[in-house]
């Protein structure tokens, strides 16, 4: 006669015995928008324009334990005062995140969540500009920790600066 051991399960509202979870469920580009209001004239301009990039994260829950997350790359290229191509992309994933302390979560969606979007950022910018009939723009490295942390000293200092509610 054999006998079939159990494990005993975890007690959902003990977060602390329960295993932390980190899963991509899917990464997808959001956002693609192009403009050439210049186009074709801009074309047979020799200099080198300039060029402008914003990024920014955003991060949405979406369900419990179920965040979207998105990095936005805004690439403004001109020459003298006229547009050459004007480039939004937004890409993003779904994560699954659960069983992490408050104090963990920031770090984990601003940093290691948008760490892991980048690459796919980078590659769909390169190509949509290269499809567009202009060499790629490689979006350089960033540095999301030192980033993050900027947002989170930022945010610290607009707190200390504000007016009391009271005063």
């Known amino acids: 006669m054999t006998t079939a051991k159990t494990t005993p399960q975890p ?13 991509i469920q899917r990464v997808y580009l959001k956002e693609l928008s ?7 004239a801009i074309f047979l301009e020799t200099e080198q324009p300039q060029l402008d990039i ?27 005062d006229k547009t050459v191509f004007l480039i939004e992309a937004k890409q993003a994933a779904i994560f699954e995140i659960r069983h992490l302390s408050a104090d963990q979560m920031g770090p984990i969606l601003g940093i290691a969540c948008p760490q892991i979007i980048y690459p796919y950022l ?5 190509d949509a500009i290269n499809r567009a009939g202009f060499p790629p723009v490689h979006l350089s490295e960033v540095n999301f920790q030192a980033m993050y ?6 945010l ?12």
Do not use: M, W
């Open 54 to 80: 914003q990024l920014s994260i955003e991060t949405l829950p979406v369900l419990e334990g179920i965040f979207e997350v998105s990095v936005t790359a805004h690439v403004h290229t001109s020459l003298k």
């Open 149 to 154: 942390e900027q947002q989170q000293a930022d």
């Open 34 to 40: 192009l403009e050439q209001p210049n186009s074709p």
């Open 11 to 23: 007690n959902p509202s003990d977060a602390a015995t329960l295993e932390p979870v980190f899963q």
């Open 122 to 126: 980078r590659s769909n910018v390169a």
């Open 156 to 167: 610290q200092n607009s707190l200390q600066n504000a007016p009391a509610a009271n005063d």
